[in-house]
């Protein structure tokens, strides 16, 4: 119920957001925004497989693939720039068809390594392509010049319409699946339902959105190389999530806006990268378990019943 | 001792030479019986008679080490339990059979999801199923934090919301107090008479077996031990000198 | 002939240091199910300990073996300190939740990356030979000290392996792993078990770091290419699994050593990869796993 009420606001939100973006001009605000936009993306693809009860590491390589998908289609075959986008999406949406196939009849520890595993893998294979620039990686990955002022907006516009498409998702009666498979799926399987298909089906889609950031991420920089896709990447999305809180899915955005423009503000003042947002996620699972926003909620409860007592 | 009666309907389910090994260990052996359409069938027997396996390897969950299963006539042994409860065969389980996280509303909603399209249509399926087990009132609430004896009944709501020809409840009674006893066997009879559904009731609580079921299969030793009619197994001397001559456990 | 027995030294010397790495993975796991990604740190901590010691006690003048004996008690003791403050501070509060507990070592490994960054550099670091020469075993050379390395490996691995099977503590750490509640039901003090299990894997840690100090590179992050392996490992052997872990890691130091010595390091870890997903396909609790 809560829910229904508060998605007028969170479209609301959005589309001032996006017509804010319009007005960004100075680069270091427009780098920062779309770095935003991007975590936020992949924080919640991170999260949308946490609905399966799977800790999803592979989701590094899915943005890698995504990223190198559109970095060979610009460059190397120098196609339309529409189709460089949606191609590094659905390039890490088939990969994670087979992978997930292959891999969702573990779980838990098991999957969660095998992910771990898969993009150390993924990343070797990169630095050994020479086709993909090897160690060094690809260069030279540009939008179409018109679009230079818009990038900001252009890139917001895509995470913001991404992420709403999987809450739509969640949502549904097919995503009451996700959340069955994690609370218990021996019961989901004695009602019919097809638990592995479910689980590939949320994987691919999650990577779907993941492969996608990982284009906007080449485009944006216009530089990629296989260290951008380490585990640490994956790990870093786990930060956003659990300080942001996964109970629902601002949780994710809240933690990547807050950690990317902290984090920014930190290393300008010359912190270290690694430990701000190691000590971020220590700090979050120890003192708030649920994140910003279960602080948010616990805040309003609070504030609530005191009214109520005041009231009284 | 089990003879093949002329039933002009045919079963719903079938096991001839049904077997598990588990290791050394035979578990269940050699046991042939069937359920009927519109029958509430008790599987009774003292702890480690087989009961549970014999209810995992109907439902899917074990592959018969040999024998085989017959669904409506046809082959399904070996097959999944996902095939298995689209043929009709639903089960729940002995401990947390629902979604703690979810509403009640969500958990008997799961129900519906494979058998029917659309959400206004599988929104009033599962209204109705939680009606006609009282629970429209709990329907908005976290499943995880209602009393145990909800709880049960909620598990039951999301079998029954998928509408099987064959429920299967592997001890829906354990923990209930009398009077959710009570209500719980003649909701059971009530599956039964108006939706036509047959019940597999695998249960400990040996008076509420005599009550509601047609008939009994007992197993002992993996085997089974008596088929007959709640009289039939209560005059049984088998029975009586294998189980019911001395108390059991729970 | 010689190939083959070159091939062979080097898969025991490359498994020595997997399987003192992995044998602290599982045992954590089986005990506290936790997947603690910060246990390559402790690894880390004390081979680059003992790289700085050793050099500046050699500096100082002292003979090389006892300075590198009081360079590995420094390396083994910060590891076991630093151990201790992660499980009291923080894996304590994660036991048996495994989700929680690796978004935990996951924070502890950046945490810990930039720290070791601040204090050692990010440079590689050279560390004096400790035993030099080299024997030839049946025509095929080897270095002292990597003799040395499979030697002490062999040695902690038996007794631990004694110590699991024969001394309480181990029988109770094990009773713990196979079957948690039954163990429980027994009165065994679990709280005891899990930081004597903790720190266990935490010395194992600082152990192969110290050893692999003297015939390796050490930089700050020596620990990650040891995590990814000896995860595999233990995977590959099933989580838990004392056995399971010891085969894993012998497993993946053979087809390391083969597939580089006759295709290269890249497709040797991409084979181990696509073996790791065969075994989870037959096996999906790993070949040991249980439960």
Same mark, same amino acid.
């Given at each position: 119920m809560a829910d229904t009420l508060r998605l007028p606001y969170c479209a609301a939100g959005i589309?001032?957001?996006?017509?804010?973006?319009?007005?960004?001009?100075?680069?270091?605000?427009?780098? !920062?925004?779309?770095?935003?936009?991007?975590?936020?993306?992949?924080?919640?693809?991170?999260?949308?497989?946490?609905?399966?009860?799977?800790?999803?590491?592979?989701?590094? $390589?899915?943005?890698?693939?995504?990223?190198?998908?559109?970095?060979?289609?610009?460059?190397?075959? =120098?196609?339309?720039?529409?189709?460089?986008?949606?191609?590094?999406?659905? *390039?890490?949406?088939? !990969?994670?068809?087979?992978?997930? /196939?292959?891999?969702?009849?573990?779980?838990?520890?098991?999957?969660?390594?095998?992910?771990?595993?898969?993009?150390?893998?993924?990343?070797?294979? /990169?630095?050994?392509?020479?086709?993909?620039?090897?160690?060094?990686?690809?260069?030279?990955?540009?939008?179409?010049?018109?679009?230079? &002022?818009?990038? &900001?907006?252009?890139?917001?516009?895509?995470? $913001?319409?991404?992420?709403?498409?999987?809450?739509?998702?969640?949502?549904?009666?097919?995503?009451?699946?996700?959340? *069955?498979?994690?609370?218990?799926?021996?019961?989901?399987?004695?009602?019919?339902? #097809?638990?592995?298909?479910?689980?590939?089906?949320?994987?691919?889609?999650?990577?779907?959105?993941?492969?996608?950031?990982?284009?906007?991420?080449?485009?944006?920089? #216009?530089?990629?190389? &296989?260290?951008?896709?380490?585990?640490?990447?994956?790990?870093?999305?786990?930060?956003?999530?659990?300080?942001?809180?996964?109970?629902?899915?601002?949780?994710?955005?809240?933690?990547?806006?807050?950690?990317?423009?902290?984090?920014? /503000?930190?290393?300008?003042?010359?912190?270290?990268?690694?430990?701000? /947002?190691?000590?971020?996620?220590?700090?979050?699972?120890?003192?708030?378990?649920?994140?910003?926003?279960?602080?948010?909620?616990?805040?309003?409860?609070?504030?609530? *019943?005191?009214?109520?007592?005041?009231? =009284? | 001792?089990?003879?093949?009666?002329?039933?002009?309907? +045919?079963?719903?389910?079938?096991?001839?030479?049904?077997?598990?090994?588990?290791?050394?260990?035979?578990?269940?052996?050699?046991?042939?019986?069937?359920?009927?359409?519109?029958?509430?069938?008790? @599987?009774?027997?003292?702890?480690?008679?087989?009961?549970?396996?014999?209810?995992? @390897?109907?439902?899917?969950?074990?592959?018969?080490?040999?024998?085989?299963?017959?669904?409506?006539?046809?082959?399904?042994?070996?097959?999944?339990?996902?095939?298995?409860?689209?043929?009709?065969?639903?089960?729940?389980?002995?401990?947390?059979? @629902?979604?703690?996280?979810?509403?009640? %509303? +969500?958990?008997?909603?799961?129900?519906?999801? %494979?058998?029917?399209?659309?959400?206004?249509?599988?929104?009033?399926?599962?209204?109705?199923?939680?009606?006609? @087990?009282?629970l429209t009132s709990y329907l908005a609430e976290s499943a995880g934090t209602l009393p145990h004896g909800i709880q049960r009944l909620v598990s039951i709501g999301i079998a029954f919301a998928a509408r099987p020809r064959l429920l299967c409840l592997d001890e829906p009674l354990t923990g209930l107090n009398q009077t959710e006893v009570t209500d719980t066997l003649s909701m059971l009879e009530r599956i039964r008479d108006d939706f036509g559904c047959s019940v597999l009731l695998v249960e400990h609580n040996m008076k509420a077996v005599m009550q509601v079921c047609d008939r009994i299969v007992v197993l002992h030793h993996g085997e089974v031990l008596a088929t007959g009619t709640p009289t039939e197994i209560r005059s049984d001397q088998n029975v009586i000198n294998a189980y019911l001559g001395h108390r059991h456990g729970n | 002939m010689q190939t083959v027995i070159q091939l062979t030294l080097t898969s025991l010397q490359i498994g020595a240091v997997y399987i003192l790495f992995s044998l602290g993975l599982t045992l954590i796991f089986g005990v506290m199910r936790i997947v603690n990604f910060a246990h390559g740190h402790l690894f880390a901590v004390s081979a680059l300990l003992v790289a700085v010691m050793l050099s500046w006690l050699a500096g100082m003048g002292i003979p090389i073996l006892p300075a590198y004996l009081l360079a590995v008690l420094a390396g083994v003791t910060a590891s076991a300190a630093l151990g201790f403050i992660i499980y009291v501070f923080g894996f304590k509060y994660f036991q048996r939740d495994m989700v929680g507990s690796f978004i935990l070592s996951i924070g502890l490994v950046l945490l810990l990356d930039g720290i070791f960054l601040e204090i050692f550099g990010g440079g590689v670091r050279a560390v004096p030979e400790i035993l030099p020469g080299s024997v030839e075993i049946l025509g095929a050379s080897v270095t002292q000290q990597r003799l040395f390395l499979c030697g002490m490996a062999v040695v902690i691995t038996a007794a631990l392996y004694w110590a699991l099977t024969y001394t309480k503590l181990g029988k109770a750490l094990r009773a713990v792993s196979i079957d948690h509640e039954a163990a429980m039901l027994q009165g065994v003090p679990y709280s005891r078990l899990a930081l004597a299990g903790f720190m266990i894997a935490a010395?194992?840690?600082?152990?192969?770091?110290?050893?692999?100090?003297?015939?390796?590179?050490?930089?700050?992050?020596?620990?990650?290419?040891?995590?990814?392996?000896?995860?595999?490992?233990?995977?590959?052997?099933?989580?838990?699994?004392?056995?399971?872990?010891?085969?894993?890691?012998?497993?993946?130091?053979?087809?390391?050593t083969v597939g580089s010595f006759y295709l290269d390091p890249t497709s040797a870890t991409i084979t181990i990869f696509v073996l790791v997903i065969v075994v989870l396909q037959v096996r999906p609790k790993g070949l040991m796993g249980h439960g």
């Open positions: 589309a001032a957001a996006i017509g804010a973006s319009l007005l960004v001009s100075d680069p270091y605000v427009a780098s !920062v925004v779309n770095l935003v936009s991007i975590a936020a993306l992949i924080a919640v693809s991170l999260r949308f497989v946490m609905l399966i009860g799977e800790l999803n590491f592979a989701t590094a $390589a899915f943005v890698g693939i995504g990223a190198y998908t559109t970095g060979s289609v610009l460059t190397i075959w =120098d196609w339309p720039f529409g189709i460089a986008m949606i191609s590094g999406g659905i *390039a890490a949406a088939a !990969v994670s068809v087979v992978f997930g /196939y292959v891999t969702l009849r573990t779980k838990g520890p098991y999957f969660l390594l095998i992910g771990f595993a898969f993009t150390e893998a993924v990343r070797i294979i /990169y630095s050994k392509s020479m086709g993909l620039g090897g160690n060094s990686g690809m260069v030279g990955i540009f939008p179409p010049i018109a679009f230079d &002022p818009w990038m &900001p907006t252009f890139v917001m516009s895509i995470a $913001a319409l991404l992420i709403f498409v999987l809450y739509v998702i969640e949502k549904s009666d097919f995503g009451k699946i996700f959340t *069955a498979i994690r609370d218990n799926e021996d019961v989901a399987r004695t009602v019919g339902l #097809n638990i592995l298909f479910v689980k590939v089906a949320c994987f691919a889609i999650a990577s779907f959105a993941a492969g996608v950031a990982g284009s906007l991420h080449a485009v944006v920089n #216009n530089v990629i190389s &296989p260290g951008d896709f380490s585990f640490l990447l994956a790990a870093f999305a786990l930060a956003y999530v659990k300080v942001g809180g996964e109970d629902n899915i601002v949780g994710p955005i809240v933690g990547a806006i807050l950690l990317v423009v902290l984090g920014s /503000y930190a290393l300008g003042l010359g912190g270290h990268e690694h430990i701000f /947002y190691g000590a971020a996620i220590v700090l979050a699972v120890l003192l708030m378990p649920e994140g910003v926003t279960g602080l948010l909620h616990k805040g309003r409860d609070f504030v609530m *019943a005191r009214g109520k007592r005041n009231a =009284d | 001792m089990q003879t093949e009666s002329q039933n002009s309907t +045919e079963p719903l389910l079938k096991t001839s030479g049904l077997t598990r090994r588990f290791g050394g260990l035979i578990a269940v052996n050699d046991v042939d019986f069937e359920i009927r359409p519109r029958e509430i069938l008790g @599987l009774i027997g003292p702890n480690g008679a087989g009961k549970s396996t014999t209810f995992n @390897l109907i439902s899917g969950f074990y592959k018969p080490s040999s024998g085989s299963l017959k669904i409506l006539g046809s082959d399904c042994t070996g097959r999944s339990s996902m095939v298995i409860s689209r043929m009709g065969l639903v089960r729940t389980f002995q401990h947390g059979s @629902l979604m703690p996280s979810m509403t009640v %509303h +969500e958990n008997i909603l799961l129900g519906t999801l %494979h058998g029917i399209r659309g959400h206004a249509a599988r929104r009033k399926r599962a209204e109705e199923t939680a009606e006609m @087990l009282g | 010395v194992l840690a600082a152990l192969a770091g110290a050893l692999i100090a003297p015939i390796s590179i050490v930089t700050p992050v020596i620990g990650a290419d040891y995590l990814i392996k000896g995860f595999i490992a233990v995977i590959i052997g099933g989580l838990g699994s004392i056995p399971g872990a010891i085969l894993g890691a012998l497993f993946v130091a053979v087809i390391e």
